[in-house]
């Protein structure tokens, strides 16, 4: 079974300022982490993936997330945000031929 | 890059009748899709799990006889709401995958808003 926890479900931030959105997840398989941006009545758009390799991944915007197996974690970071990075960010796990499982997101608003 | 084309966008209907949600692999042979379902300001949940030419796997609560999923082709899958009533509103959303991807991604249709009145 497979599990993921958003520890926050809104994090407010000023603008051009750093932000951290945390990700735990727990699994008993092999496991490919996912961060995905969701925007008001839109699809999810993929962000970054960890499948393998180097436990630093960079995504698209300026994302990045590091995977820390010992901790369990897969916190997405972002050195300085924009007004348009204001959306729902959410975490999710998958692994083998299952579908994914996801956390139950963060809501990024930026602040002037 | 792989793309995934959901239709329709949204879409009103009476209560009692029934709603076919399609989603197509553009450029890819989606061997496995999937079938999500996402209520305000919630998460997204699994509904079912389809692999071209076999029937779908069901998620623990979902009825799977109101829920119809079909995988006719490695292209197109198709999700129909049957007798859909008000509590059977809901975004919804389909997610992509094919077994030759080497970076073992899943792609994600834009979604589709469902209002049964």
């Known amino acids: 079974a497979q599990s993921v926890t958003q520890l926050d479900s809104q994090v407010p931030v000023f603008e051009e300022a750093p932000v951290e959105l945390r990700c735990n997840y727990s699994?008993?398989?092999?496991?490919?982490l996912f961060w995905y941006v969701q925007y008001p009545n839109q699809g999810l758009q993929l962000l970054l993936k960890y499948l393998s390799g180097s436990t630093l991944v960079k995504g698209i915007n300026g994302f990045e997330a590091e995977f820390n197996k010992s901790q369990t974690s897969f916190h997405l970071r972002k050195p300085s945000v924009h007004i348009s990075d204001t959306a729902e960010y959410f975490c999710?796990?998958?692994?083998?031929?299952?579908?994914?499982?996801f956390g139950k997101g963060t809501h990024l608003i930026i602040q002037p | 890059g792989a793309v995934v084309s959901q239709h329709p966008s949204w879409v009103i209907c009476k209560s009692g009748t029934s709603v076919k949600i399609e989603c197509r692999s553009l450029d890819f042979q989606a061997t496995t899709m999937f079938w999500y379902r996402q209520f305000p300001k919630q998460s997204l949940m699994l509904m079912a799990t389809?692999?071209?030419?076999?029937?779908?796997?069901?998620e623990q609560g979902v009825e799977k006889d109101k829920f119809l999923i079909n995988h006719a082709s490695l292209t197109l899958s198709t999700l129909t709401v049957t007798s859909a009533h008000p509590e059977d509103s809901s975004f919804y959303i389909c997610?992509?995958?094919?077994?030759?991807?080497?970076?073992?991604?899943?792609?994600f249709g834009s979604g589709t808003r469902l209002t049964v009145v």
């Open positions: 699994s008993s398989v092999s496991v490919y």
């Open positions: 999710a796990v998958g692994g083998g031929a299952d579908g994914l499982t």
């Open positions: 389809s692999n071209e030419g076999s029937k779908a796997t069901y």
């Open positions: 997610s992509a995958r094919s077994s030759l991807s080497p970076s073992y991604g899943y792609t």
